[in-house]
């Protein structure tokens, strides 16, 4: 019995055995069937589809490169434009403003020589042709332009840089920062071009070629070209004839002047209050009201109220006018 049992348990370990080799044996035809099916179609189908994509992806991503490369391009080109032109703004405002000052010197002059005229012919119906002018009144007119020419102070400026003054920048109220005050190159503002506060110590009085403070408020401490006894200061600023706005609400009207031993410290010595009348002449004189006996290197000038502009305050130009001391008198 026990063989008999032996001999069906190896025929069924052998039927089990065929019958699993014949299901693996069908799944491999049927899977390599289908391997060759999708060959045929759906992998060829894949394989293009991604042709297609690395192409396009290749073509965009080739296309945003040239244009990076174009955009720093551009940015090169900006930047090179802004620094020849910030190179040469200096002399592109000065060559502009000349051209607008001598606009309105040349209007200006030709106003008062048509007022001369008519006035040296007044009894004469019409006015008169310029061969008309004598020698004489020819000779008057150019006494008159030399005059013009001339300084109308006829006093030394101790304030003036070119002599050696310098402002105290410490010292100094902040300027005025105007965001229109700006150069552009194809809408790109990249330089401011305020005047610094020492234009107020240049003889050069032209219209907006002045140191503009915030408010009606502020002030400056001017070291002097050499020591001096102060006696006088002049303050000038433009008429409302050449003002580009037509007006004169910005020029200083109230001010005092104090005097300096030393740029920071020390007493300041109170020297006067004064007033400039924008009316008035352009260049107004005052003689100091409090007398000193001593020498001082430095000056304090503060500006207390302007004539009504609400925004700024313009300086155009400052002296300082008295005796220097006897060692430091020389020639010049």
Known sequence: MERVRECLNREYYSWKIILSMMFLLT???????????????????????????????????????ARIRMTKDKIELLKKGSRY?????????????????????????????????????????????????????????????????????????????????????????????????????????????????????????????CWAFPGSTGHTVIKLARKI????????????KISPSGSTASAPKDFSVYGLKDESKGEEIFLGQFVYNKKGTTVQTFQLQNGVCESLSYVKLKILNNWGHSKYTCLYRFRVHGKPEKDDLGVS
Request: hydrophobic share 35%; proline share 3%.
């Open 229 to 240: 006894t102060p006696t006088a200061v002049t303050i000038e600023h433009i008429s409302e």
């Open 85 to 209: 032109l910030e190179k040469n703004s200096k002399e592109i405002l000065s060559l502009t403003k000349q051209i607008d000052i001598l606009k309105a010197l040349l209007k200006d002059m030709r106003d008062k020589l048509d007022n001369y005229v008519l006035n040296a012919n007044a009894d004469v119906f019409g006015k008169p042709e310029i061969s008309d002018i004598t020698d004489e009144e020819m000779s008057l007119v150019n006494y008159i332009l030399k005059k013009f020419r001339e300084d109308q102070v006829q006093m030394a400026d101790y304030a003036l840089k070119s002599a050696g003054a310098s402002i105290v920048e410490a010292e100094t109220s902040e300027s005025y920062k105007n965001d229109k005050a700006k150069l552009y190159w194809h809408g790109i503002g990249f330089l401011r071009y305020e005047m610094p506060p020492d234009i107020i110590l240049q003889p050069d009085v032209h219209p907006g070629k």
């Open 27 to 65: 799944f491999l035809f049927i899977g390599l069937h289908n391997s060759e099916n999708l060959k045929r179609t759906g992998l060829s189908h894949i394989a293009r589809q991604l042709y297609e994509l690395s192409v396009q992806y290749g073509t965009k991503l080739y296309n945003y490169q």
